[in-house]
């Protein structure tokens, strides 16, 4: 992981990895509710992760992930790459 710059400024880059993961009490497919209609799946109170990794980049400007791996079994698998920009922009 490597941290950069200004404190009130830092660029944070590096690597992200999760794996056998359970987020407990976020339920990932309520707020996916389009998805889970077509899938039939419900993953209760909590969202079991089996797979997560991705390549993040974190700064002012906003987050850039590439390299996305994602598998939950109770939704299925995302691949890709993705970038959110503060509201404030």
Do not use: C, H, W, Y
């Not at 660029?11 to 509710?33: C, D, Y």
């Not at 889970?36 to 797979?51: E, F, H, P, V």
């Amino acid at each position: 992981m490597g941290i950069a710059g200004p404190v009130d400024k830092l660029i944070i880059t590096g690597p992200i990895r999760l794996a056998q993961t359970k987020l407990a009490g976020f339920n990932l497919a309520s707020k996916m509710s389009a998805i889970s209609a077509l899938t039939g799946s419900q993953t209760g109170s909590d969202t079991s992760i089996q797979n997560l990794s991705t390549d993040a980049r974190v700064a002012p400007e906003g987050v850039r992930t590439q390299n996305i791996n994602l598998a939950i079994p109770a939704l299925g698998t995302v691949t890709g790459d993705g970038t959110s920009a503060p509201a404030e922009r």
